[in-house]
């Protein structure tokens, strides 16, 4: 028999477990714990990677040979659990929902591969780097974040699956749950490679920073170099001290001109040795 209950209706598990199993239902992320009568208590946060920046919500289920009860306030969850034939084995039934739920995640995932790499072909193209760039990295990281998080607890509950400490299932059902252990390995393994690729992006994009901050100092030490000599000239020049070309009629022209050569020469030379 199958039952689909609200988070708030959660309590009435205790008419299945015992008050221990539900307090670490309550107290942690997710458990996997095989009964003595043969049953499962499951308990994950469900994440749906289509948009990974909602809030994740709390599934909990009890599986027995005789009883399914289904606890979440989660919609997609829900509609999912609903198109499952509830007249099936329990076992069965539990099985299938993990597969529905994420029977597309590779293909979002290769969506969310896709747009890493539109990101990493905009920073290539742009010359100069932009905020926003900034901002979709950290988004990006964070959403992948979530998502390696939300496959290690599935991971985690397939596996303890698949280990049968209760000879709940049959040596054919052990073997599909096997395989959807497999699965979940799989798309975590997908997730770490992602989280790599946008390190990866970020890695450019700051480089492509520091190649444009670069710049801006390059410029500024160059200019500086330009005028450094005139400095000089201004601080020789505006010494209390007679010197010759204060009676020279030229004289004024002259440190012109000499100023003019000077900045003309370090522009020649800087040029000659492509400093800028």
Request: hydrophobic share 40%; aromatic share 12%.
């Amino acid at each position: 028999m199958r039952v689909m209950l609200g988070v708030k209706d959660i309590e009435k598990l205790l008419n299945y477990v015992s008050f221990d199993m539900y307090s670490r239902l309550i107290a942690n992320r997710h458990i996997c714990f095989p009964l003595e009568n043969g049953a499962y208590l499951i308990g994950f946060h469900f994440c749906d990677i289509r948009n990974p920046a909602q809030k994740d919500e709390r599934v909990c289920i009890y599986c027995s040979t005789e009883d399914f009860i289904f606890i979440t306030d989660n919609k997609r969850c829900i509609e999912l659990m609903s198109n499952i034939d509830g007249k099936a084995e329990t076992y069965r039934q539990l099985l299938q929902f993990f597969n529905v739920i994420t029977a597309s995640d590779m293909y979002e995932l290769e969506k969310f591969e896709d747009r890493i790499t539109d990101l990493e072909d905009s920073l290539i193209k742009e010359k100069k780097s932009k905020s926003k760039n900034s901002d979709m990295i950290i988004s990006m990281r964070r959403e992948l974040l979530k998502m390696k998080r939300y496959y290690e607890q599935l991971a985690l509950i397939t596996e303890d699956l698949t280990e049968n400490a209760n000879k709940a299932f049959n040596a054919e059902l052990r073997l599909r749950f096997v395989s959807l252990d497999k699965r979940m390995d799989y798309l975590l393994n997908s997730v770490m490679h992602l989280r790599e690729y946008i390190t990866q992006v970020r890695e450019a994009y700051q480089a492509q920073i520091d190649i444009e901050q670069n710049q801006i100092m390059k410029i500024l030490t160059v200019t500086t170099s330009i005028f450094l000599p005139l400095t000089l000239i201004v601080g020789w020049y505006g010494m209390n001290l007679q010197m010759p070309e204060f009676s020279w009629s030229f004289g004024y022209p002259f440190v012109i001109i000499l100023s003019i050569v000077v900045c003309t020469g370090c522009i020649v030379v800087f040029k000659w040795k492509k400093w800028f």
